[in-house]
């Protein structure tokens, strides 16, 4: 199973991120390869997505299901493919953090369970991928320095953590498997980061 988890910070308060990820009318698009998503009930949503790994184009189309509406916290998901086999979960997680005068808030990014692929290669095609999503990001706005600069004693800042994971089946998982565990951190920290751009953006322009 391919895993990641990206984690960074951000000025914005937890209750104005929380109500932008809860409705994925708001953040859908800035998932990679996203087409369109249809809701069939609030906790339940049909997802295309097309993607390019390595030699092989697919469109890609995932039932998506919410396990878990902790708000303003976490917010869980399964995905199971529909005309590919393949099984998921993700996870965002929301958390107030208080700073001390001088404390650096910086992003902060954790690869799960990619060792031992972790070899120069590995590193390589996830640096690609990092590349090729930030090109195809779709005019989404970089994110500010100052969005995650230290905190003044007292301030109140958020971490947002978004968790990935993959199990392709099928008589071509390991291959599939092999070729979507350098793209998923990627993928991962994008979404994170062009969530966090439009809010961040967004306050900028109201402040």
Same mark, same amino acid.
């Given at each position: ?109 954790? /690869?799960?369970?990619? +060792?031992?692929?972790?070899? @120069? *290669? $590995?590193?390589?095609? #996830?640096?690609?991928?990092? =590349?090729? &999503? ?39 998982? /390991?291959?599939?498997? +092999?070729?979507?565990?350098? @793209? *998923? $951190?990627?993928?991962? #920290?994008?979404?994170?980061? =062009?969530? &966090? ?11």
């Amino acid at each position: 199973m391919a895993e990641a988890e990206y984690t960074t910070t951000t000025r914005v308060p937890i209750a104005a991120v929380w109500d932008f990820v809860q409705e994925m009318d708001n953040w859908g698009r800035f998932v990679t390869g996203y087409q369109k998503h249809e809701k069939q009930s609030d906790v339940d949503s049909t997802w295309t997505l097309k993607g390019d790994v390595g030699v092989l184009t697919r469109t890609l189309t995932f039932q998506v299901k919410i396990t878990e509406w902790n708000g303003p916290s976490r917010v869980s998901f399964t995905l199971d493919g529909v005309n590919e086999p393949m099984h998921g979960e993700g996870t965002f997680t929301l958390t107030p953090i208080s700073g001390e005068a001088g404390t650096a808030l910086a992003p902060a990014a954790t /690869p799960v369970s990619v +060792a031992p692929s972790k070899n @120069l *290669l $590995f590193r390589l095609l #996830e640096a690609f991928w990092r =590349r090729v &999503l930030r090109l195809a990001g779709g005019g989404a706005p970089a994110r500010a320095a100052t969005a995650t600069q230290a905190a003044a004693s007292g301030d109140t800042m958020t971490r947002l953590s978004f968790a990935l994971r993959l199990q392709p089946g099928g008589p071509m998982a /390991p291959m599939v498997d +092999a070729m979507i565990r350098p @793209l *998923l $951190f990627p993928a991962a #920290e994008d979404l994170a980061n =062009r969530i &966090l751009a439009q809010l961040e953006g967004a306050e900028t322009t109201q402040s």
